[in-house]
């Protein structure tokens, strides 16, 4: 005769039990790779095959917080490719770039110099201020591609003012907006900074691009910095998870911030053995990632659309206001053809899962927006004047006018 406690665990066990699986999982599954291949947003919407989470699943049991051995085995192989002492998993970009100024930064007053566009400035809601009271110091490049020595040098603080906040780090980010940065500009404010005794970390979310797209390895991409952030989860596809690189000082003190931001995880082994598939498989496939973004502007340019930056990786933006036609009609164009785009302003982001066939069907769907304005009577004329960003900025959202 069960007891009043067993009836009642079962009771509990029926309430908390739950099934997150579809009865057509595997066909939803299918449907939403194909989704993904035709999705020109960015390419953070990659999803995991077969493949990988079957090499994934096959990685060690342990908790990271102690010691996890495929994830130590990750950490050591990212550190040894770009010729640093140690290496952190972490599970996103904004909180390895965060521990990164957080570990460097050791006793405020102190600024930050970086882009403008930057990822640290612009996208991980005020974390420099908000961890590490950190003053940002953001430039808008001269060039309007990339920050150079010159723009950098004039903005830096030193000295013994009571009134600022003397520069202790420089933060470069590459690819910036799907843009390289060159390797001698790079080297160049290096120099300058290490000279001045001021730290240099790179936000390298998309630095495999830049080693695929210029044939420099992973260390002299690293070289100059003293800490690097290297997503996975981006270009080459891994599920989550991104590794911070510096010295083993940095990265001990830096492991001890994880833990405060509560971003030590327990059993990560099948994440790593995602990213180390990502790496052994994915990587190989970024020259066809951005062929296929070349390819895309080359057609929007043979249509007489205006590109604002080029594809010089997976990435270009671009503006059909020359054509006559506005974001926002392009996006709500795209999401109702039989097989949907998604897009959803001037950035179109190519990636590993990204079908060619749907670059071609962009292209086609630009081409036939065209015709139907010109067979309207739409005229140069008709334009409607562009607004720039402050910043130099060149992503513009599709927001369709209210009536």
């Not at 009771?11 to 999982?25: M, N, R, Y």
């Not at 001890?256 to 990502?278: E, H, I, N, P, S």
């Not at 296929?292 to 043979?302: D, F, P, Y």
Request: overall charge negative; hydrophobic content about 40%.
């Amino acid at each position: 005769m069960p007891s009043a406690l067993d009836i009642r665990l079962a009771q509990l066990a029926e309430e908390v039990k739950v099934d997150v699986l579809t009865k057509t999982q595997d066909l939803d599954n299918a449907a939403k790779i194909e989704e993904v291949s035709r999705a020109f947003m960015s390419d953070t919407i990659t999803v995991p095959t077969k493949e990988m989470n079957a090499y994934a699943m096959r990685a060690s049991l342990g908790d990271d917080v102690y010691f996890e051995p495929s994830t130590a085995a990750l950490e050591a192989h990212i550190a040894q490719l770009t010729g640093k002492e140690a290496g952190l998993f972490l599970p996103s970009g904004t909180m390895s770039n965060q521990i990164a100024l957080r570990t460097h930064l050791e006793q405020p007053p102190y600024s930050v110099v970086c882009d403008a566009r930057s990822h640290i400035y612009r996208m991980e809601a005020g974390g420099a201020a908000f961890h590490s009271g950190a003053n940002s110091i953001p430039i808008i490049p001269e060039n309007d591609h990339h920050l150079t020595l010159e723009d950098i040098e004039p903005r830096v603080v030193s000295g013994t003012d009571v009134h600022v906040a003397p520069t202790r780090i420089i933060a470069l980010e590459n690819t910036l907006n799907g843009t390289i940065i060159p390797q001698e500009d790079v080297m160049a404010i290096s120099e300058y900074a290490h000279s001045h005794d001021i730290l240099m970390h790179l936000d390298g979310a998309r630095i495999w691009h830049v080693a695929a797209e210029t044939g420099l390895s992973m260390k002299e991409l690293c070289d100059p910095f003293d800490s690097v952030s290297l997503c996975l989860s981006k270009g080459l596809g891994a599920p989550i998870g991104t590794c911070l690189v510096g010295s083993k000082k940095f990265i001990t003190k830096a492991r001890w911030f994880r833990k405060l931001f509560g971003g030590g995880m327990r059993q990560t082994g099948f994440l790593v053995g995602a990213a180390a598939y990502a790496l052994t498989n994915n990587f190989p496939l970024l020259p066809r990632v951005h062929s296929l973004a070349k390819r895309m502007q080359q057609g929007l340019e043979e249509l007489g659309v205006g590109i604002l930056s080029p594809a010089e990786t997976c990435m270009l933006f671009y503006d059909p206001a020359p054509i006559g036609v506005e974001y926002w009609e392009i996006v709500e164009r795209a999401s109702q053809l039989q097989n949907p785009i998604k897009i959803n302003g001037s950035r179109l982001v190519t990636h590993i899962q990204t079908s060619p066939q749907a670059v071609e069907d962009f292209l086609g769907l630009v081409r036939t927006l065209k015709e139907e304005k010109a067979a309207s009577g739409w005229t140069v004329a008709d334009m409607r004047p562009q607004k720039k960003s402050v910043f130099r900025d060149v992503y513009v959202k599709a927001v369709k006018p209210t009536k």
